[in-house]
């Protein structure tokens, strides 16, 4: 089991920064591959970056790469998502998962366990 805690979501200006933080628990969750989705109104929920239990790959959507950098703590069980150059198209609930499987995959169905969401609102 693994319990999910986003933060860090709020209120940022078009080509602002923010970091976004996932804080874990549970016995393994050290081991498990992890990501980042969004979900905006009207939307499905869609993939923005994982990355793998020992930080060794990572992958991000098209929309964000070169804009975004996943990363994560293994001693604090802490995962986070820098972002930059924010658009307004970025605005949307912002998710983190994880799976037990060790791997980051893009597709949503592969992770076991899932956050509450935290809020980025984007504005011009």
């Known amino acids: 089991q693994a319990q999910l805690t986003e933060s860090g979501g709020g209120l940022v200006q078009a080509g602002g920064s923010l970091r976004l933080s996932c804080a874990a628990s549970?016995?393994?969750?050290?081991?498990?591959?992890m990501g980042w989705f969004r979900q905006a109104p009207g939307k499905e929920r869609e993939f923005v970056a994982t990355i793998n239990w020992n930080s060794a790959s990572t992958y991000y959507a098209k929309s964000v790469k070169g804009r975004a950098t996943i990363s994560r703590d293994n001693t604090n069980n802490e995962m986070y998502l820098q972002m930059s150059g924010l658009k307004p198209e970025d605005t949307a609930v912002y998710y983190c998962a994880a799976s037990r499987f060790n791997t980051g995959v893009p597709d949503p169905q592969y992770y076991h366990y899932w956050g509450q969401g935290t809020q980025v609102t984007v504005s011009l």
């Open positions: 549970g016995e393994f969750v050290s081991k498990y591959g």
